[in-house]
């Protein structure tokens, strides 16, 4: 499986944007879905992560009631949209697909990376 991630950007604090993940191949629909992010000078970190049906959702405690993930597998396509953006909310953000049978929020278990795309929030 090959991951795209896109739709990173500049915005002010409070402003929105939404993040895809495009995919390849036919496992998409089998995969839990990751969304991880890197601010400089920092390690990767969890933002939230979706089950192969959609039916159960995680999301990281920074982001809750703001960002939101979710998916289309008829596109094979995850999505993370991102509300009331935070300076700190500032790092590339990630995709990434797990073999997983429940939602996982570890690296570790994640087997499948895009490239990445950046969002930067100023205040």
């Known amino acids: 499986v090959q991951l795209q991630a896109s739709g990173g950007g500049s915005v002010q604090a409070g402003g929105s944007l939404r993040l895809s993940c495009a995919a390849s191949?036919?496992?998409?629909?089998?995969?839990?879905m990751g969304w991880f992010r890197q601010a400089p000078g920092k390690e990767r970190e969890f933002v939230a992560a979706?089950?192969?049906?959609?039916?159960?959702?995680y999301h990281a405690d920074s982001v809750k009631g703001r960002f939101t993930i979710s998916r289309d597998n008829a596109k094979n396509t995850a999505y993370l949209q991102m509300n009331s953006l935070k300076p700190d909310d500032t790092a590339v953000y990630y995709c990434a697909g797990a073999p997983s049978v429940r939602v996982v929020a570890s690296i570790r278990d994640y087997d499948y990376w895009g490239q990445g795309t950046e969002v930067t929030v100023s205040s």
């Open positions: 979706i089950l192969w049906s959609g039916a159960i959702t």
């Open positions: 191949g036919r496992t998409f629909s089998s995969l839990v």
